[in-house]
């Protein structure tokens, strides 16, 4: 099973569309919850589960996530080049252009 995290946010966006102000972003606390409860399902069943990234930009939030599934098996990190993310970055916030703003709130990120 593949825990997606763009999925995860979506699902979370969706709890809140009755809210009289649905957050702008989806909190990455929520989203870590909503993934520990998928993860819960799995457990139960013995599935096994890849992440495909993981929530946050916080090593926090990736060592919450280790807290509670434990070491895992394995590690792959798959990479690609930077224009190419660039350019996916720019496709999730819906930008037609890399600014000088996007540069300084993604340093660090690609």
Same mark, same amino acid.
């Given at each position: 099973?593949?825990?997606?995290?763009?999925? +995860?946010?979506?699902?979370?966006?969706?709890?809140?569309?009755?809210?009289?102000?649905?957050?702008?972003?989806?909190?990455?606390?929520?989203?870590?919850?909503?993934?520990?409860?998928?993860?819960?399902?799995?457990?139960?069943?013995?599935?096994?589960?890849?992440?495909?990234?993981?929530?946050?930009?916080?090593? +926090?939030?990736?060592?919450?996530?280790?807290?509670? =599934?434990?070491?895992?098996?394995?590690?792959?990190?798959?990479?690609?080049?930077?224009? =190419?993310?660039?350019?996916?970055?720019? +496709?999730?916030?819906? +930008?037609?252009?890399?600014?000088?703003?996007?540069?300084?709130?993604?340093?660090?990120?690609?």
């Amino acid at each position: 099973h593949v825990i997606d995290v763009n999925q +995860a946010i979506e699902e979370c966006k969706k709890k809140h569309e009755g809210d009289e102000e649905p957050p702008e972003t989806i909190p990455t606390e929520e989203v870590l919850e909503h993934i520990i409860n998928t993860i819960e399902s799995l457990k139960q069943t013995k599935s096994k589960f890849v992440f495909d990234t993981v929530p946050g930009t916080d090593p +926090a939030h990736f060592d919450a996530l280790l807290d509670y =599934v434990g070491t895992p098996d394995y590690v792959l990190n798959i990479d690609c080049d930077l224009g =190419v993310r660039k350019m996916r970055y720019l +496709a999730k916030i819906e +930008a037609e252009e890399w600014t000088d703003d996007i540069e300084e709130q993604t340093k660090g990120l690609c």
